[in-house]
C-alpha cells in the first residue's frame, strides 16, 4: 500500500504542476452553475418542480456532473503514461499491478474531493444552502462513483491505446447519462419513456441522492439505493481495471 | 559478483525456445520470436542486431517480464521468468525507448519515485539517487524539470532511473536512436562504465556501429529468429574477411593481373568489377605487400589500391540477402 500512496502522491504532484486536469472536470459544471441555474429559476415555479430554489435543485446535480466529465476522463491521462513510457517503466519495478492501480484510483479520488469543494464553495456564493452531515456523506458518495467513472475510463484507456478511440466512445455515453440521471431538468417533465429508462440510468439514483444529501433529507431512501447501486459498479468496474493493469503490454 | 573459485558461474540470461505469437487482426498469428535458445553470460554486453520489425524488442520484453512468452523457457539473473518474476524485477533494470521520464517532475524527483519503489527507505533513496546525480554528472539539471532537458540529457536520466537499484542486468531498448552523435558517444561511455562496475548489459540496437564498439558479442535477429552469433570480430571473419581492391586503366590490365594472383593461396575470392579487381583475404593487413609485389610483377601495377575491412553490415547481406541499412529505412 506504500506503492500506491507513492504513486497516487507523484501523480498528484504532476496534477498541481499541470493542473489542465484538475479543471478540465470542473470547468462545465462551472459554466451550468453560473449560466444555466439562472434559467431554471424561471421554471421552478411550473408544477412539479422539487425545488422553489433552482439552486437547491441545480447544485447537488452539478457535483455528480463533475464526477462524470473529471473521473470520466482520467483515461487520458493513463493513455499519455503508456505513451511516455512511464508506466512501463514502472511495471519493470517490483511494484505489483493492484499497487498500480488503486494509486492511479486514490490520486483521480482526490482530485475529485478537492474539485467538488470548490463546486460546493461556489455554489455557496450562489446562495446554496446545505446540510453539513448529509454533505459529507455525498462527499463519500462522489468517492464511490468516481472510483466505478475512473475505473471504466482506465480501463478503456488500456484497451483502446488510442486517444481518439477513447475520446468518441466516452463522449458518447457520457451525454446520454448525464441528461438520463436528471441533472438538468426534472425526469418529471419527460414522457413516461424517458421516465421508465432514466432508472436504467445509475446517475439518476446518484443525483437524487445527491439532492436529499444537500437538503438535509437524510432518511431519503434514495440515500442507500444509490449506494447500494455504485458500491455494487464501483466493485465491478476496479475489478476490471485491475486486471487490464496486469494484463496490459503498456 | 559470486564468482568464487571452482564454482561454475551461471548465465545471466538463458533461453530455452522463447516465443511469442501475437494475434494481428485479421491477418491471422504473427511469430514475432520464433523459439530462440540463447545464453548470455555474467559480464557481457550483449547486443541484439537487427532491423525494425525482426523481434529484438519482443524478445527484450519477455526478459524483463513486460511480455508473457507464448512458449518456451528463461531464466533471468537466476530466476525463472515466471514463477519468480519478484526477484528478477529486483536484480534488473531497464530503460525503454521512451525512458518514462515524468517530463513536469525534476529529473531528481523522477529518481526518488524510482528508488523507493524499489523499497528503499526515504534515506537511504535520497543518498543513492544524490551518489547517482553526482556520478553521471548530472546535478546541473536535477532540479530542474524534465520537460527543460535536451534528447542527451534525458537518455543519461533514463539511464539513472535504470541503475536507481544496483541490478546485475541492464535491459537497454535502442539505447540511442535518434540522439546526436555527442550524446550517442556520451551514452555509450556510461555504458561500458557501469559495464565495468560489473553489470552485465542485455542491448538492442539497429545500428551497426553501436554493436561494433559496445558489445563483447551480438545476436543478429532477423524474422524472429537468431541468424548469426558471435563476438563482432568472429562474425565479420564469417564473411569472407577483408576486401581489397586495385584500380587499373584498363579491362585488358585488370584481366592481365587477376591472371597473376589466380592460384595464390591468399587469395580467398576474386571479382572484377569494371576496371577494379576485388580480392577477399583473410588479413587484408598481411596480404597486402606481398599483392603489391605479385601485381607489380606485370606489365601494368595497379594504379589504386583500397582496403576495407567487413562490416556487420556485410554479415547481415551475407545472411539474409538485404541490407540492414535499407531495412531501417524502410521500416
Same mark, same amino acid.
Given at each position: 500500500?506504500r506503492d500506491a500512496y507513492l504513486i497516487?502522491k507523484n501523480? $498528484? ?77 514502472l511495471?519493470?519495478t517490483p511494484i505489483?499491478?493492484?499497487a498500480?492501480?488503486?494509486g ?84 418529471? =417533465? ?9 432508472? $436504467?440510468?445509475? =446517475? ?34 476496479? +475489478?476490471? =481495471? ?9 | ?69 507464448? %512458449? ?36 531528481r524527483e523522477n529518481l526518488m519515485l524510482q528508488a523507493l519503489l524499489y523499497r528503499m527507505s526515504r534515506a537511504e533513496a535520497a543518498r543513492t539517487v ?31 532511473a535504470?541503475?536507481v537499484n +544496483? @541490478? ?45 564498439? $559496445? ?16 563476438? @563482432? ?28 594472383? %589466380? ?37 601494368? @601495377? ?5 582496403? +576495407? ?23
Open positions: 500500500m497516487a501523480e $498528484l504532484l504532476v496534477t498541481v504542476r499541470n493542473p489542465y486536469w484538475l479543471f478540465h472536470g470542473i470547468v462545465q459544471p462551472i459554466i451550468y452553475l453560473v449560466l444555466f441555474a439562472p434559467l431554471l429559476n424561471g421554471v421552478s415555479h411550473v408544477p412539479g418542480f422539487p425545488a422553489k430554489n433552482a439552486i437547491q435543485f441545480f447544485a447537488p446535480g452539478l457535483l455528480i456532473m463533475n464526477v462524470l466529465f473529471s473521473a470520466g476522463f482520467e483515461g487520458f491521462t493513463l493513455q499519455d503514461k503508456v505513451e511516455s513510457g512511464f508506466l512501463e517503466r511495471r519493470v505489483s499491478r493492484l498500480l492501480a488503486w492511479f484510483i486514490l490520486q483521480s479520488s482526490a482530485t475529485l474531493i478537492f474539485q467538488s469543494l470548490i463546486l460546493i464553495a461556489c455554489s455557496l456564493l450562489f446562495g446554496l444552502r446545505l446540510d453539513v452531515l448529509g454533505a459529507a456523506i455525498l462527499l463519500l458518495l462522489i468517492v464511490l462513483i468516481g472510483v466505478m467513472m475512473a475505473s471504466v475510463s482506465f480501463t478503456l484507456a488500456l484497451m483502446t491505446r488510442e486517444g481518439g478511440i477513447l475520446a468518441g466512445i466516452t463522449n458518447t455515453f457520457i451525454l446520454p447519462l448525464l441528461i438520463l440521471s436528471g441533472v438538468m431538468l426534472p425526469i418529471g =417533465f419527460g414522457p413516461p419513456v424517458i421516465q421508465t429508462i432514466s432508472h $436504467l440510468d445509475p =446517475f439518476f439514483y446518484a443525483v437524487n441522492a445527491a439532492r436529499a444529501l444537500v437538503n438535509g433529507l437524510l432518511t431519503s431512501v434514495s440515500i442507500p439505493e444509490a449506494f447500494a447501486v455504485f458500491a455494487v459498479l464501483s466493485a465491478i468496474t476496479l +475489478a476490471l =481495471f485491475i486486471r487490464s493493469m496486469r494484463e496490459a503490454v503498456a | 559478483m559470486e564468482s568464487s573459485a571452482g564454482a561454475v558461474q551461471a548465465p545471466i540470461i538463458q533461453t530455452e525456445r522463447l516465443t511469442k505469437t501475437f494475434d494481428a487482426k485479421g491477418r491471422g498469428k504473427v511469430e514475432a520470436v520464433r523459439g530462440i535458445d540463447l545464453t548470455v553470460n555474467e559480464g557481457e554486453i550483449f547486443g541484439l542486431l537487427g532491423p525494425n520489425g525482426a523481434g529484438k524488442t519482443t524478445m527484450m520484453r519477455m526478459l524483463c517480464t513486460l511480455l508473457v512468452p507464448t %512458449d518456451g523457457r528463461a531464466t533471468v539473473v537466476g530466476c525463472d521468468l515466471i514463477a519468480d518474476q519478484a526477484a528478477l524485477r529486483r536484480n534488473i533494470g531497464y530503460v525503454g525507448q521512451k525512458g518514462g521520464m515524468e517530463v513536469v517532475a525534476t529529473g544524490d551518489a547517482l546525480i553526482e556520478r553521471l554528472k548530472l546535478t546541473a539539471f536535477a532540479d530542474r524539470t524534465a520537460d527543460t532537458y535536451s534528447g542527451g540529457q534525458r537518455r543519461i536520466f533514463d539511464l539513472a535504470g541503475v +544496483a @541490478p546485475r542486468l541492464l535491459f537497454l531498448d535502442e539505447p540511442t536512436t535518434g540522439l546526436d552523435p555527442q550524446s550517442r558517444s556520451r551514452v555509450w561511455e556510461e555504458v561500458s562504465n557501469l559495464n565495468s562496475g560489473g553489470t552485465s548489459i542485455f542491448l538492442t540496437t539497429h545500428y551497426l556501429e553501436e554493436a561494433d564498439a $559496445l558489445c563483447s558479442r551480438v545476436a543478429i535477429v532477423d524474422r524472429g529468429q537468431i541468424v548469426a552469433l558471435g563476438t @563482432p570480430a568472429e562474425l565479420k571473419r564469417q564473411v569472407a574477411g577483408d576486401r581489397l581492391t586495385f584500380g587499373y586503366d584498363s579491362e585488358a590490365d585488370v584481366a592481365a593481373a587477376a591472371a597473376l594472383v %589466380d592460384d595464390d593461396a591468399l587469395v580467398l575470392e576474386q571479382r572484377i568489377d569494371g576496371t577494379a579487381l576485388q580480392i577477399y583475404v583473410h588479413s587484408g593487413d598481411d596480404a597486402l605487400p606481398e599483392l603489391m609485389r605479385r601485381l607489380g610483377t606485370g606489365h601494368a @601495377p595497379p594504379k589504386t589500391v583500397h582496403l +576495407a575491412r567487413p562490416t556487420l553490415d556485410d554479415v547481415f547481406i551475407k545472411l539474409t540477402g538485404r541490407t540492414l541499412a535499407a531495412e531501417s529505412e524502410t521500416a
